[in-house]
């Protein structure tokens, strides 16, 4: 099946520091990528909508300046968290959509980051 | 009242028992189901994906949904250590994904 790789699996970083996490789609190529968070023991909550070239589509309560996402290409979208603090401290988790199906069917997710701010 | 809802266990159950996941959600403009297994600090994977009411089989997973109750179910027959994982349901309005609403999650203990 479609694999989709995230990069770094696990970070830990000073508070005050960026740090950047990378979706990749390695056999396929994805127009819409999408960012999700998830909290110990909770679901995954959508942060943003990845589009290849244009802006990301927030989610409400998620602040753009704080997570900047950039999808350069077809096959890889890039979550940075700015300035992080320890509430930042979570599992990121990206998806990809196939360009050629579409279908909410076949999305596919990556392994998972997880990001823990000292 | 949350858009899905989704007991989240822990369930335990002995080796080779059927096991029932259910989700309840309240908006009736969803059309597209899916269930997703995930494994401890690794993404979910795909297991069932159903349009509108109906059931749907694949080997030993059937899932069932139900529209006129908004109420969707996950059985998995003759179940396996291996089956052990956090179980999530997931809804879509459109076929795109950006409309994507997961439920929390079951957390499914099979023991040997």
């Known amino acids: 099946g479609a694999v989709v790789s995230q990069h770094p699996s696990w970070v830990i970083c000073k508070s005050g520091t960026s740090v950047k996490i990378e979706c990749r789609s390695l056999d396929f190529q994805a127009t819409t990528m999408f960012w999700y968070r998830q909290f110990p023991k909770q679901s995954l909550m959508l942060m943003a909508t990845s589009n290849e070239g244009s802006k990301a589509t927030y989610e409400q309560g998620v602040e753009k300046d704080k997570f900047l996402i950039n999808h350069a290409s077809l096959t890889l979208s890039t979550l940075t968290v700015t300035s992080a603090h320890p509430e930042d401290s979570s599992f990121y988790i990206c998806?990809?959509?196939?360009?050629?199906?579409?279908?909410?069917?076949?999305?596919?997710f990556g392994e998972g980051s997880r990001l823990t701010v000292l | 009242q949350k858009e899905v809802e989704q007991d989240p266990g822990p369930l335990s159950v002995p080796e080779g028992a059927i096991v029932s996941l259910n989700c309840t959600y309240s908006n009736s403009a969803f059309q597209y189901f899916m269930w997703y297994r995930q494994y401890s600090r690794k993404g979910p994977e795909l297991l069932m994906y159903?349009?509108?009411?109906g059931n749907k089989e694949d080997g030993r997973f059937t899932a069932q949904v139900d529209k006129s109750s908004k109420y969707i179910s996950l059985f998995i027959r003759d179940s396996q250590p291996s089956d052990s994982a956090t179980y999530l349901c997931a809804m879509s309005r459109d076929n795109y994904g950006q409309n994507f609403v997961f439920g929390p999650g079951t957390r499914l203990s099979v023991l040997p």
């Open positions: 998806s990809a959509l196939p360009r050629t199906s579409g279908s909410v069917g076949e999305l596919f």
């Open positions: 159903t349009y509108s009411s």
